[in-house]
């Protein structure tokens, strides 16, 4: 089975860094992938990991630990503007769809003063 | 650049309607999908195709169809509307780039009364 588990709601204080995490059981494995949604809006692309260890840019990172099924992206210097969704999710590419997405349901983050 | 682009942003339908939601990407990816987002369940994958005159069927296939003539347009039709398929729509496209992030279309909103 699919299984992609994010928070649903999580708060942060402007300047702060915050912690997002995703753990997933997929069939297969081929990448996993950071999207922030803004509401009413598109999805838009954020990170990418395929491999274990952390990758930076900027003031997001996110981290990969396949062996633990677990991701996080982490913010840094939080500003107003953050207050989004952020979406995790995998590629699996064991049922021949190479390229499917498969998405968590995403994690509401509020920023306040 | 226009990237994906969807049409309409949002239309109410009438049960038992048909409707065909319009994508069209200007960015020659060879991947397209069609996702729908409802509230607390994230995006899922209604059909997918990795390349033109080919399309597979997603996690929610049932009750909409798709085909891809050529590489830039991909249109989702609802054959016969009913109420469960109030949504938000989004078409994405992906160039073939391992790391390639999806590119989203901003939404359409549909509403079936």
């Known amino acids: 089975g699919q299984n992609i588990d994010q928070p649903t709601e999580m708060t942060a204080t402007e300047g702060a860094i915050v912690q997002i995490n995703c753990t997933y059981q997929?069939?297969?494995?081929?990448?996993l992938f950071w999207y922030q949604q803004h509401a009413g809006e598109a999805p838009t692309f954020l990170s990418y990991?395929?491999?274990?260890g952390l990758e930076e840019k900027g003031r997001f990172s996110s981290f990969l630990s396949r062996s633990k099924g677990y991701s996080y992206l982490l913010l840094k210097e939080l500003q107003m503007k953050d207050s989004a969704s952020y979406l995790c999710?995998?590629?699996?590419?064991?049922?021949?769809?190479?390229?499917?997405?498969?998405f968590g349901a995403g994690t509401r983050l509020a920023v306040h003063p | 650049t226009a990237g994906i682009t969807q049409a309409p942003t949002s239309q109410i339908l009438a049960a038992g309607r048909s409707m065909t939601l319009r994508c069209t990407q200007d960015?020659?990816?060879?991947?397209m999908y069609w996702y729908r987002q409802d509230l607390g369940l994230g995006l899922r994958l209604i059909h997918y195709?990795?390349?033109?005159?080919?399309?597979g069927k997603g996690e929610v296939p049932d009750g909409y169809s798709v085909s891809r003539a050529n590489t830039d347009d991909f249109p989702l039709t609802l054959a016969s509307a009913v109420p469960s398929q109030t949504s938000v729509y989004f078409c994405?496209?992906?160039?073939?780039?391992?790391?390639?992030?999806?590119?989203f279309g901003s939404g359409t909103r549909l509403t079936v009364v």
């Open positions: 994405a496209s992906r160039a073939y780039d391992r790391g390639a992030g999806y590119t």
């Open positions: 997929t069939s297969g494995f081929n990448g």
């Open positions: 990991n395929v491999l274990d």
């Open positions: 999710a995998v590629r699996d590419d064991v049922s021949g769809g190479y390229n499917k997405l498969i």
């Open positions: 960015m020659r990816h060879n991947a």
């Open positions: 195709s990795n390349t033109a005159g080919t399309t």
